[in-house]
């Protein structure tokens, strides 16, 4: 399964925020598992970093950074996100449509965010981690 994390996940796992974290953690060590792939994109990886660059100074954040780009992938966020983000006018915010299309054009089944409203016009699946949690994890273990 190829999961696109918005930049709320990151920035929740970088920054250790709770309670998000306890899920948000566990979503990105699937990084590490065979069946799920991870990406994001070059504009979640940016927020993230200005969040934990405000915690954490330039340097631990670059480091945050670096070893997070490790463990997933970094969909692409090209000309032909920027004008399907510009020709469907379903999407209001610019940066929720480039997301989308780059985890469109990295085939990703599923978005992982904590503003599921944000992305209302999508095609593909969309829920926070929680629930995602709980479809796709929890519910793997008791079987």
Known sequence: MRIFLDANILVSVL???YPLF???S???SLADKNRFSL???PVCLAIAFYFAEKKFRSVKAKSK???LCEHIHIASANENTVFKT???PAINDFEDGLEYYSAIESKCNCIITEDVDDFHFSK???LN???FFKKYLFNKKKK
């Open 26 to 28: 566990r979503i990105l």
């Open 86 to 88: 510009l020709e469907t």
């Open 65 to 67: 950074i670096q070893l």
């Open 129 to 131: 981690s929680e629930d």
């Open 124 to 126: 593909i699946e969309v």
């Open 22 to 24: 306890t899920t948000t």
């Open 39 to 41: 990406y994001t994109s």
């Open 15 to 17: 920054n250790k925020e």
